[in-house]
T-cell receptor, first 112, second 115 residues
């Protein structure tokens, strides 16, 4: 079945450091890929998405590229801020499906 | 639009009691989802409605859980009887059409504690 694997957290960085959160997936067909972010005490919000191979999703300085050859969708940001502290979820959706499969989430802590 | 509205935000109940969680999706959205989030199991899809009809309830853990969507603007998730292992954050999400390539909008969740 479909699955998403994320790197274990928590990830602790200093402000302005470079961020990478790894995400790999297993899916039948050609899924759409998503990154959601969950701030403390809130629900999940879509951060970015990519719907086909080689697409790059970007938002708020975050980027992720859909790599079909490595079945990956790693999240990157060049310079993190304290306000980026949150839990980040990688997710996939297969075409025609009705079930968004989430990874376990990676907690990011950014310190001054 | 106020977004997806869930109530209550927090619920503490005793084991064996009935618990009802409520959700108001975004107006015009025709898909609604209930998720459960725990540290051990992460985010789990419990049930999915499309146009008020339950489409996939394979994630509902057992018969103690039931969900209804009597109209396009309201859904409930009921647990009867509740057990301590049901303690989790329950999220409702809605989407303007099927999941495919579209964004799901999440409510702020209901934190349920069963003691």
């Amino acid at each position: 079945g479909d699955s998403v694997t994320q790197m274990e957290g928590p990830v602790t960085l200093s402000e302005e450091a470079f961020l990478t959160i790894n995400c790999t997936y297993t899916a039948t067909g050609y899924p759409s890929l998503f990154w959601y972010v969950q701030y403390p005490g809130e629900g999940l919000q879509l951060l970015l998405k990519a719907t086909k191979a080689d697409d790059k999703g970007s938002n708020k300085g975050f980027e992720a590229t859909y790599r079909k050859e490595t079945t990956s969708f790693h999240l990157e940001k060049g310079s993190v801020q304290v306000s980026d502290s949150a839990v980040y979820f990688c997710a996939l959706l297969t075409g025609g499906g009705n079930k968004l499969t989430f990874g376990t989430g990676t907690q990011l802590k950014v310190e001054l | 639009d106020a977004g997806v509205i869930q109530s209550p935000r927090h619920e503490v109940t005793e084991m064996g009691q009935e618990v009802t969680l409520r959700c108001k999706p975004i107006s015009g959205h025709n898909s609604l989802f209930w998720y459960r989030q725990t540290m051990m199991r992460g985010l789990e899809l419990l049930i999915y409605f499309n146009n008020n009809v339950p489409i996939d309830d394979s994630g509902m853990p057992e018969d103690r859980f039931s969900a209804k969507m009597p109209n396009a603007s309201f859904s409930t998730l009921k647990i009867q009887p509740s057990e301590p292992r049901d303690s989790a954050v329950y999220f409702c999400a809605s989407s303007p059409q099927g999941w495919e390539n579209t964004e799901a909008f999440f409510g702020q969740g209901t934190r349920l504690t069963v003691v």
